[in-house]
Nanobody, 122 residues
Framework: QVQLVESGGGLVQAGDSLRLSCAAS????????MGWFRQAPGQEREFVAT????????YYADSVKGRFTISRDNAANTVYLQMNSLKPEDTAVYYC???????????????WGQGTQVTVSS
């Protein structure tokens, strides 16, 4: 069992940056692949980024590639999502999730946080 708590969301203007954090507790953090997903109102939850156990491999959705960076600090049991050049279409609730395998699919993830709201105004 692992518990995930996201933080760092907020209201920003287009072009601004935000860094989301996800703190994990419970079983060994480094044994999990970590991912970020987001869900906009009326839309399905979608993949944003994922990072491998050691942080050596990362994958991104095309919509955020070049603007967002996922990273992790296994000593601090935390995964981050640095979001630059934010756009109004990035507005969503952002969730972090933990998986035992690398996946871009929601059903590949066993544990989820409660989400943090990111709102980007134009």
């Amino acid at each position: 069992q692992v518990q995930l708590v996201e933080s760092g969301g907020g209201l920003v203007q287009a072009g601004d940056s935000l860094r989301l954090s996800c703190a994990a507790s419970g079983r060994t953090f480094s044994s999990y692949v970590m991912g970020w997903f987001r869900q906009a109102p009326g839309q399905e939850r979608e993949f944003v980024a994922t990072i491998s156990w050691s942080g050596g491999s990362t994958y991104y959705a095309d919509s955020v590639k070049g603007r967002f960076t996922i990273s992790r600090d296994n000593a601090a049991n935390t995964v981050y999502l640095q979001m630059n050049s934010l756009k109004p279409e990035d507005t969503a609730v952002y969730y972090c999730a933990a998986s035992t395998t690398i996946s871009t699919r929601m059903w590949g993830y066993n544990y989820w946080g409660q989400g943090t709201q990111v709102t980007v105004s134009s």
